[in-house]
């Protein structure tokens, strides 16, 4: 891209614009397309990620565990919540590896035998664990290799010409999408577009696909703070009968204990396991974080280049938390930004609401400064599109 030119107007590009022309990208249709492919890895992130209890969501315990099996058809869980909510927010979900399950399905297979005993085996003590680092695997790599595969196979509907936008071909263009329509239907250079989490004609795992974290210690220490005082996790917990007893739940004893050698750890292969356990979960966790301001500094020139914007237009993007640091960027860098023109499309209701909360989280200034339009059309951006949260 020219650095020389003054670029007076961009495009920032969210899914909503490939929907728009009929194309099945949302996280949805990927759920559909491992389901038909990948269906372990479809069962491992919906029993262990996000914050619902998947146990539940069967008839028998048998179930749950057949749904645990390499080669099996799903028993599909009952729970709607994973199907839908889980994979509407995907990549926010993928901080949300569900520590606590983790360590219970582990302990529910850790062997109740002691080193010492004749009949003990190492690898009835692995092989609990090496099931974490198959849960771990498949969340990261297989992963990525199969959005990467999905990605390639996502094309507009029939017709879709017939909707196709009036851009402004002479802007730049900051694309969340990974795929090529831009260049390919619209005719966009290619030195006009930074495709800032990748594209699909890159190797496989190249692909930016995680949550954003940008530090991960922080990230723990907030998980730690938010669950310490849960019910669960307390130095004594209560039975059947209402006898308390100490606290032998795994997770607590790897994660909350403050003495290690004060917990109810039932027999020393589960002290073991928990720092095994540990070491391969947190490692989850580092793999898949989406580092926003690396990705930034990499494209500084790209950032920096808005001194004489003049207009955005956001096409179909959600404007979630995972990609703000990138609106951030755009903001700090511009020079003229109460003039600052910003052009938002939008579906329904909920769009709005969104945006308003954008623009106060941004400190876009209301009123002239916003103009709301449905992508269909685009270019009537007239004052009766003004909402009247946006006026001063």
Not at 84 to 89: E, V
Not at 302 to 322: A, D, K, N, P, R
């Amino acid at each position: 891209m020219d650095k020389k030119k003054n670029i007076q107007h961009r495009y920032i590009i969210g899914n909503g614009f490939d929907r728009y022309h009929g194309a099945k990208s949302t996280y949805e249709d990927f759920r559909k397309y491992l389901l038909n492919r990948n269906d372990f890895l479809l069962k491992m992130f919906e029993l262990f990620f996000g914050p619902r209890s998947m146990m539940n969501s069967f008839d028998h315990f048998h179930d749950y565990l057949l749904c645990l099996q390499f080669g099996k058809k799903l028993p599909t869980p009952k729970n709607t919540w994973a199907s839908k909510y889980l994979w509407q927010d995907f990549e926010r979900h993928l901080s949300e590896l569900n520590r606590e399950r983790i360590f219970d399905f582990t302990d529910e297979d850790l062997p109740r035998l002691f080193e010492s005993d004749e009949n003990f085996r190492y690898a009835d003590y692995y092989a609990p664990i090496d099931r974490v680092l198959d849960i771990v695997h498949e969340c990261t790599f297989e992963m990525q290799y199969q959005f990467h595969r999905w990605i390639n196979t996502v094309h507009y509907e029939r017709g879709f010409r017939k909707r196709m936008l009036d851009l402004d071909i002479n802007a730049t263009f900051l694309n969340f999408n990974y795929t090529l329509f831009l260049e390919t239907e619209y005719k966009i250079p290619r030195e006009q577009i930074l495709y800032i989490h990748g594209d699909r004609r890159g190797k496989f795992g190249s692909l930016v696909l995680g949550h954003h974290v940008e530090d991960d210690e922080a990230a723990f220490d907030e998980w730690i703070h938010k669950n310490k005082n849960r019910r669960r996790y307390r130095p004594n917990l209560k039975d059947k009968r209402g006898k308390y007893f100490a606290n032998d739940k795994l997770v607590y004893l790897a994660y909350f204990l403050e003495d290690e050698t004060k917990g109810n750890w039932r027999n020393p292969i589960r002290y073991y396991a928990a720092d095994e356990i540990i070491s391969r979960l947190e490692e989850y966790y580092k793999k898949n974080i989406k580092h926003c301001s690396d990705i930034i500094n990499r494209n500084s020139r790209f950032f920096e280049s808005v001194s004489s914007l003049e207009e955005i237009t956001v096409l179909g993007h959600s404007l979630g938390s995972v990609d703000f640091p990138y609106f951030k960027s755009i903001a700090d860098n511009a020079d003229h930004w109460d003039n600052l023109i910003w052009n938002f499309s939008y579906y329904n209701d909920d769009d709005i609401i969104r945006i308003r909360s954008f623009c106060r989280r941004l400190n876009i200034p209301a009123g002239k400064n916003v103009r709301l339009f449905q992508m269909s059309n685009i270019n009537d951006k007239s004052d009766s599109h003004l909402f009247a949260c946006f006026k001063s």
